[in-house]
């Protein structure tokens, strides 16, 4: 099952590399992996998503990470309620014949045309891994030439759903 983990570090020299091997080691395939600055100076955020089998593994895989030197922080949000987001870049080969109907069938996932020229298109697009999947799927009749994805970042929303049922009297 997919699991997103996040692990908050001590941005240093050696740190993604000891945390990417200890998966390696450990084998845990890394379906997609961001690394970036948080709101804190020196602290980075890593994001993974990692396919892990079953609950004693993952356990492990937490531990394993928390002893880390330079991790801070290792939290799996997978069942929480989160923003999750990717980008991707897709060059479309794109004749200027084309182009009207190509905009108008990739309207509905809003990306931005970010570079064009004579006979190719870059959109732009953001958002949930599902909807980059289907935009690639609905373009590639129209011939890919290139395609670039960055991976998925989350973060946990502020507000959760309560575990607990509420009473309301406006029912």
Known sequence: MKRVITVSVINQS???N????LLMKRQFNIESITVGHSEQQNISKMTFVV???DEVKLEQLIKQLSKQIDVLKVNDITEKS???RELALVKVVSPANL???MN???EPFRPQIIDTSKNVVTYQVVGHPDKIDAFIELIRPYGIKELTRTGVTATVRESQPSDTPQLSILK
């Open 14 to 16: 050696g740190v993604l």
């Open 18 to 21: 000891r945390v990417t091997g």
């Open 51 to 53: 396919n892990v089998e």
């Open 82 to 84: 989160i923003v999750l």
């Open 99 to 101: 182009r009207l109907e």
């Open 104 to 106: 108008a069938i990739v």
